[in-house]
C-alpha cells in the first residue's frame, strides 16, 4: 500500500514537470519589460515681457534696455535705414556745422546828384546783370490826368507791361520815339491800351496832340532797380552777394555806371549826374 502511494506521487510529478526556458545569464526578458514613459526636453521660459524705453534713454538702474537682436542696436542711438542696418545719428551739432551756409541778402544805398538839381529826386538806379526775379512786378500804369504823365517816370524790368490810360475828358495820344519805338494811337476817356517791352532801355513819353506833355519810362535789365526820393536817397534791398553793374539815370542826364560788390553788410555808393 506505500508502494503503491509512492508511485501514484511520482507520476504526478512528472506530469507537471516541463523544461524550464532557457535564458541567458544577464539578459532580461523583453516581454516582462515595462516601457519606459516618453522622456521630455525641458522648455527654456520665455523672457519676462518689459516696455522698450526710447532709443538713447537710461533705464531706472542708469543703463539702456538689452537688445533683443544679434546687432545689439538697441542699445545704440541710431536711425534705422532702409536695407535693415543702423546708420549712427549725427549729433544736432555737427549736423548744423555741416549744413549748406545761405549768404544774407544786403542793400545797395547811396544817393544820386543832377544838375539841375530837381532832376535827381527822378531819378532810377538799377543792376545792370542780375536776374528778374519770378515775384517781381513786371506791370505798371501811366495815366493821363489834366495834360500830365502820372507818374512823371515808370519803372518795369524787361519783359514788362506797361497800361495806358487816358482819364482826361478829351483825346490824348501816346508814343515815344526811342529804341524800337511805339505809339499807342489815339485814347478816349476812359480808354486803356498796353504795351510789353521786350528790351530794356529808356523812354520819352510823347503826345502828339499836345506837345509839352513828356514823360518817361524807364526798362530795367534786371528787378533790382529803386526809385529816388526827393532827395535823390536810393536803396536797392535784399540783393545777394556778388558784383554787380550799378547804373544811374535820370531825366536829361548822361547815364553812370559804377561797379561794386557787395558781401554780406550794405555797400554805399554815390552818383553825379550831367547833361
Known amino acids: 500500500m506505500r508502494s503503491r502511494s509512492v508511485l501514484l506521487l511520482c507520476l504526478a510529478l512528472a506530469a507537471c514537470e516541463g523544461e524550464p526556458p532557457k535564458t ?8 516582462n519589460e515595462p516601457t519606459p514613459a516618453a522622456v521630455e526636453e525641458p522648455t527654456a521660459a520665455a523672457p ?22 544679434a546687432c545689439n542696436c538697441g542699445n545704440n542711438p541710431t536711425v534705422a535705414v532702409a536695407d535693415g542696418g543702423a546708420t549712427p545719428a549725427p549729433p544736432a551739432a555737427v549736423a548744423a556745422a555741416t549744413a549748406p551756409a545761405v549768404a544774407a541778402a544786403a542793400s545797395i544805398l547811396g544817393s544820386v546828384t543832377t ?4 532832376a535827381a529826386g527822378a531819378a532810377v538806379v538799377y543792376l545792370e546783370d542780375a536776374p528778374v526775379l519770378p515775384t517781381a512786378k513786371m506791370t505798371a500804369t501811366v495815366t493821363n490826368h489834366m495834360m500830365v504823365y502820372t507818374p512823371l517816370v515808370s519803372v518795369v524790368p524787361v519783359g514788362g507791361k506797361v497800361i ?9 495820344n501816346v508814343f515815344s520815339p526811342d529804341n524800337e519805338k511805339f505809339n499807342m494811337g489815339m485814347l478816349a476817356l476812359g480808354e486803356a491800351r498796353s504795351h510789353v517791352f521786350p528790351n ?29 526820393d526827393a532827395q535823390g536817397h536810393f536803396a536797392i534791398k535784399g540783393v545777394p552777394p556778388g558784383t554787380y553793374k550799378v547804373t544811374a539815370w535820370a531825366p536829361r542826364q548822361k547815364t553812370i555806371t559804377q561797379t561794386v560788390t557787395l558781401k554780406d553788410t550794405d555797400v554805399t555808393t554815390n552818383f553825379e549826374l550831367h547833361r
Open 24 to 31: 541567458a545569464v544577464g539578459a532580461v526578458a523583453v516581454a
Open 48 to 69: 519676462a515681457a518689459t516696455t522698450p524705453l526710447p532709443v538713447g534713454a537710461a533705464s531706472a538702474a542708469g543703463s539702456l534696455p538689452p537688445c533683443a537682436c
Open 115 to 118: 544838375t539841375p538839381k530837381w
Open 164 to 172: 495806358f490810360r487816358n482819364d482826361d475828358p478829351f483825346p490824348h
Open 200 to 228: 530794356a532801355g529808356n523812354y520819352a513819353l510823347l503826345c502828339n496832340v499836345h506837345p509839352a506833355m513828356l514823360g518817361y519810362l524807364v526798362v530795367t535789365p534786371s528787378s533790382y532797380y529803386a526809385k529816388a
